[in-house]
């Protein structure tokens, strides 16, 4: 992978990670196309990259992470993350074994596009306004909900915000926990990827992938930069098209795109 291929993959998770289309589904269609996804540097570099859209969230909403007089916040997103650290390790090897099948996660985008284009009709008479009234109970439910993305191209945002939805959020509401929830969940999947994790191919962790030359260390950076910045810019698009028109859009996407990437990678590769 050379600088140009990760600049392209950041840009890729910076406007797909906060949308529920799956940034996992199209950082491994884009590296895919360009006949890398095998590379372990490669897929510690769609994971690590992460980061710079952590930041995003952090960077927009510092007011709600760094206000630590509310500390109920912080109990909520601990326990919300939960589920997903303790199913993420048990499955950590099937999910790999997913992701280098680009055909079941085109299948998985396009039946969660129909799932999208009827959720808004589903959940139509929400009772929680703002995140104060979440309890530790939805908190949790919306965590298992968070789950379904462990297969690559659910999508973690969609889960989450369906999830949302279904303990009587409001579509805005929903979203915003589910970029509140993003933070700790890729915070860990992140640090496990880049200090403890193994990769088959070259045995190494993904700090040494990442530390092996220059170039890769001017790809980590870069590459987390771009997903930051493009993310921001996201999250603020995200919000203000949910206000506006639901998610139908995003699931006429989901099924359009997972259509052409389908007839792509079955008939096409």
């Not at 206000?67 to 997903?84: R, T």
């Amino acid at each position: 992978m050379d600088l140009l291929k990760a600049i392209l993959i950041a840009i890729v998770e910076g406007l797909t990670e906060y949308l529920p289309v799956s940034s996992t589904a199209h950082m491994i269609f884009t590296s895919s196309y360009f006949g890398i996804q095998e590379d372990d540097f490669v897929k510690l570099f769609q994971v690590s990259i992460q980061f710079g859209a952590i930041l995003a969230v952090v960077f927009l909403y510092w007011k709600k992470f760094f206000d630590f007089s509310k500390i109920y916040f912080y109990i909520k997103l601990a326990c919300a993350v939960m589920p997903a650290l303790v199913l993420g390790k048990l499955f950590d090897d099937k999910i790999e074994a997913v992701l280098g099948n680009p055909v079941p996660i085109a299948i998985v985008l396009i039946v969660g596009g129909f799932v999208l284009l009827f959720i808004d009709k589903y959940f139509q008479n929400p009772t929680v306004i703002q995140e104060e009234n979440i309890t530790i109970k939805k908190a949790v439910t919306i965590g298992f909900w968070q789950c379904l993305a462990m297969m690559p191209g659910t999508s973690r945002s969609a889960a989450s915000i369906i999830g949302g939805m279904q303990q009587g959020l409001t579509r805005h509401v929903a979203a915003e926990f589910s970029f509140f929830l993003a933070v700790p969940t890729m915070l860990a999947v992140t640090c496990y990827s880049v200090f403890l994790k193994t990769y088959e191919h070259s045995q190494m962790k993904g700090y040494e992938l990442i530390l092996q030359s220059k170039d890769t260390i001017t790809m980590f950076i870069v590459g987390n930069i771009v997903a930051f910045i493009v993310a921001v810019l996201a999250i603020k698009f995200f919000i203000g098209i949910i206000k506006q028109y639901g998610f139908k859009p995003w699931g006429w996407y989901r099924i359009v795109a997972g259509t052409l990437l389908l007839i792509y990678f079955t008939y096409l590769k």
